[in-house]
């Protein structure tokens, strides 16, 4: 930031053709190359000439082999090779990447070197893309932008908000650090969620409704209620918690409008052709500033009276992990309101009078992040959107950006320079308000040309303009989906990167990233600027030995980084530790996590002969995961069934009756929450994980019980045994009794095992007598004491002193622990005071 010699440099060549007077200014850019421009041309130039040359070189094969005999072109591609080779290197080491490419014995063959031409050509194109960042002013570390003046500058001049032609330079954006603006998160009343948890509507009220909002939502009480505020016993209030929100996890996660959004018809009105009403000058237009309640309703009441209004959102993601909506813009076609929605964030809820009315439309621009940003932070929700975005789709119209269709439409020149500034300021300077309003007040004039364009477009029938509704109406039904992390939230990101890794690297990668995740919720910061993604893959690729290298690899360092560095350092020790192996493909399943048993099933249940082996999930919950299919290695072919017992035949099928108790509560994009979650004490999975067990305790329950009636059954047959030695039928009685329990691991004595092993080998695998259990149809009841007392009934004691008897040992964990996969240590219900408070 503060060699704006180099920056000016290489911004000249950018913008070359506008500022003549400026290259007199500067130095040439280097040797023989006035500019960015003319240096780029030249090397186009030989880039392409040298593709020409190398794409007509003998192709490899016989035609190469021919021309290889002669001794003089043999020699002569081998010294132009090297040269290259040399060539090559040279750049490779400018950038600090490895360059051994012409030492033969340090490579074997052609793919490591390409392997090592790729990783090369992907970090001086990561750092291409960074510059270019700079260059264009988006900064990979996102500071905020304020307008001038506000601040005392620390100037950038870049080239994203460059007028083109006539702006003086002194117009020119400026981007700031926003080092003072306070956090707006310390003065809202609801505390923001980051937990690792799905997100649950704020909605409470529901105008409009024509189905009433369920009761979860309109009961305060059972809504706000925690467990620790229940004044019963820890265990206890757990349940009932547990059990509570149980019997409302199907209203949590569905969308409050879903059912008026689905019965929601265009008025019949709004499918002819309008006369397009024009918008009123901006400077004879009337704006109001809207920061107290009293106003909010007042504007509601005005909104409620008209049939359409525009609506806009800025939002500010940088120093929030979920991010923040920070205004609101709304223009009716006599008004403009900026709303404060950092201010009046837990009031906004008031405008779904409005939002939800069916008879009015609400014109949007662009409005999928707007629908999400809604109803994150302020509950609301939108029936009857009209998106003049989906509408210039339509209209197949050259550009679908707001400026263009201002230009289009209204012939109005905008800038977007204050798209990035830091919304969060306060007050609201001039320049911004005035940048805010332009994004909605010509909206609804833009809204009638487009449905007038869109009826002339289909020779005046409605269709083109329903379809416009339609999407408008699909993009309103969105959820909002807040961001989990998951164990393999990092291969998204790694797999977006396309770096190759090796198995330490993507170990300190993966271990950057839970690290990252955890404290940016933690501090309510974006990820971005915790740790931003370039840095984090430079210390995962170079894996510094000293703290110091760390701190190294960063620039600027991040403030938590620096606070944090030593925590860092022990990741990235911790990743050194692991056996160094080549990954040439991420993909390649030995160095995922030392998971064998993914997701929350049961192992402890599982025959022997499935933990020697990872087993192969076929299970519903991840045949959407195409990670499952290289995590697990294939256990067996159909083939060799024959060759498993009744009891692993059943163990298998157990695991694939399994469905995935989250799937509920995941999105739809395919987010895995598996077992590494339950290990963030701050992080509510274990809430979850929690539920899950509940839902599962059923099961062993009667699992639990069936094995006692069996260890009776059993008992009384030994004795019978001991009394009549000869009895032959026995064993086989006994094995069936045990496989009929679901005792999945029978240990039996050799003696045993030799007897059964024929009438086993004639039975077929019986495959009638295990049904998979059906977790919805879970009787949760149980848990709340209103049934007498019987066998079935849950009695977390009861099942602690099992675990214990079972394994010989106490069982720290809770109840139903044991067969989770989500187990673990710290699910504990004792520590509970580890839970993040709301
Ligand atoms: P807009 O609808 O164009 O006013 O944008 C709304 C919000 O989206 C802005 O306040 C920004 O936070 C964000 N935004 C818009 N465009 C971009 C962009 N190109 N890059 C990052 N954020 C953006
Ligand atoms: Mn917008
Ligand atoms: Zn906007």
Redesign the pocket.
């Known amino acids: 930031m503060d060699s704006p010699k180099s920056n000016d440099s290489t911004n000249s060549g950018l913008r070359d053709s506008t500022s003549k007077a400026n290259d007199e200014e500067q130095d040439e850019l280097c040797p023989g190359f006035r500019n960015a421009d003319a240096f780029v041309k030249y090397g186009l130039g030989a880039v392409l000439s040298a593709t020409k040359a190398s794409a007509s070189l003998p192709q490899t094969g016989d035609e190469d082999d021919f021309y290889r005999s002669f001794p003089g072109f043999r020699e002569f591609c081998e010294s132009q090779g090297d040269k290259l080779l040399h060539c090559m290197s040279q750049i490779m080491q400018h950038h600090g990447c490895r360059s051994h490419l012409r030492d033969q014995s340090k490579l074997t063959g052609l793919e490591e070197r390409f392997d090592l031409v790729v990783d090369s050509n992907d970090v001086i194109l990561e750092r291409v893309g960074i510059l270019l960042d700079e260059a264009d002013g988006v900064n990979r570390t996102q500071q905020p932008v304020l307008p001038a003046g506000f601040q005392p500058p620390k100037i950038v001049v870049s080239s994203w908000n460059r007028m083109v032609g006539s702006r003086s330079r002194s117009e020119t954006f400026r981007l700031l650090h926003a080092k003072n603006v306070a956090r707006p998160q310390l003065k809202f009343k609801e505390k923001v969620d980051n937990s690792n948890t799905p997100f649950i509507p704020k909605i409470f009220i529901k105008p409009n409704a024509t189905k009433p909002l369920s009761s979860y939502f309109t009961n305060k009480q059972i809504r706000k209620q925690r467990p620790e505020d229940l004044d019963v016993p820890a265990a206890l209030a757990d349940l009932i918690h547990q059990q509570r929100t149980q019997e409302h996890v199907e209203d949590m996660f569905a969308h409050p409008y879903q059912y008026e959004l689905d019965h929601f018809t265009v008025p019949e009105g709004l499918l002819s052709k309008p006369e397009p009403q024009m918008y009123k000058p901006i400077s004879k237009t009337k704006c109001s500033f809207i920061d107290s309640l009293e106003d909010l309703v007042a504007l509601n009441e005005k909104l409620c009276k008209l049939s359409e209004f525009a609506v ?6 940088y120093r929030s992990f979920l991010g923040l909506t920070c205004l609101m813009q709304i223009s009716t076609r006599e008004e403009d309101f900026i709303v404060d929605t950092i201010e009046l964030r837990s009031e906004l809820y008031i405008l779904n009078e409005a939002f939800t009315d069916p008879a009015i439309v609400k014109v949007f621009h ?1 409005a999928d ?1 707007d629908i999400d940003w809604l109803q994150r932070d302020l509950g609301l929700y939108v029936v009857n959107l009209f998106d003049t975005h989906q509408a210039s789709r339509a209209l197949n119209l050259a550009r679908h950006s ?1 400026d263009h269709l201002l230009k289009h439409f209204c012939t109005v020149d905008t800038d ?1 320079r204050y ?2 500034a830091d ?1 969060r300021i306060r007050p609201l300077p001039e320049e911004m308000v005035q940048y805010a309003r332009t ?1 909605t007040h010509y909206l609804p004039y833009i809204y009638d040309c487009v449905r007038a364009q869109l009826l002339d477009f289909n020779h005046g029938q409605p269709g083109l303009l329903q379809s416009v509704w339609n999407k408008s109406r699909d993009i309103s039904l969105k959820k909002y989906v807040k961001p989990i992390f998951t164990e393999e939230s990092y291969l998204e990101l790694q797999r977006k990167q396309k770096r190759s890794l090796n198995t330490q690297q993507l170990t300190a990668f993966r271990l950057l990233f839970a690290w990252r995740d955890k404290l940016a919720r933690q501090e309510d910061e974006s990820t971005g600027f915790t740790l931003p993604t370039h840095m984090m893959n430079k210390i995962s690729e170079e894996l510094p030995r000293e703290p110091q290298g760390i701190i190294a690899c960063c620039n600027p360092v991040p403030p938590l980084v620096r606070q944090q560095v030593n925590e860092l350092h022990l990741l990235v020790q911790q990743a050194r530790e692991m056996p160094l192996l080549k990954v040439r493909r991420w993909l390649e399943p030995m160095f995922l996590p030392e998971v064998t048993m993914f997701g929350p099933h049961d192992t402890s249940r599982v025959s022997e002969i499935y933990f020697i082996q990872p087993v192969r999930f076929a299970c519903s919950c991840f045949t959407s995961c195409d990670n499952s299919a290289f995590f697990l290695k294939e256990l067996e072919t159909p083939n060799d069934q024959d060759s498993h017992s009744v009891a692993q035949m059943k163990a298998r099928r157990i695991i694939e009756s399994f469905e995935n108790p989250f799937r509920m509560y995941l999105p739809s994009s395919g987010v895995h929450i598996s077992k590494n979650a339950k290990f963030d004490q701050s992080s509510k999975i274990y809430e979850i994980s929690k539920r899950w067990k509940l839902q599962s305790i059923e099961q062993q329950q009667k699992e639990l019980e069936a094995k006692r009636e069996a260890k009776r059954k059993s008992k009384e047959e030994a004795k019978e045994r001991s009394k009549k030695e000869s009895a032959k039928g026995d064993v086989k009685k006994r094995e069936r009794v045990a496989s009929e329990v679901g005792e999945l691991t029978p240990k039996p004595s050799k003696k045993l095992l030799k007897s059964a092993e024929k009438p086993e080998k004639k039975e077929p695998p019986p495959q009638d007598d295990f049904n998979p259990f059906d977790y919805s149809q879970s009787d949760l009841k149980v848990f709340a004491g209103t049934k007498p007392k019987d066998n079935t009934q849950f009695d977390p004691n009861r099942r602690n002193n099992e675990c214990k008897n079972a394994k010989g040992q106490k069982s720290s964990s809770g109840p139903g622990n044991r067969s989770m996969s989500y187990m673990a240590g710290k699910s504990e219900r004792g520590v509970r005071q580890n839970w993040p408070k709301r």
């Not at 806009?312 to 993601?317: F, G, I, M, Q, R």
């Open positions: 806009d959102l800025e939002h500010h993601n662009g992040s707001l977007k798209q990035l919304w994004d």
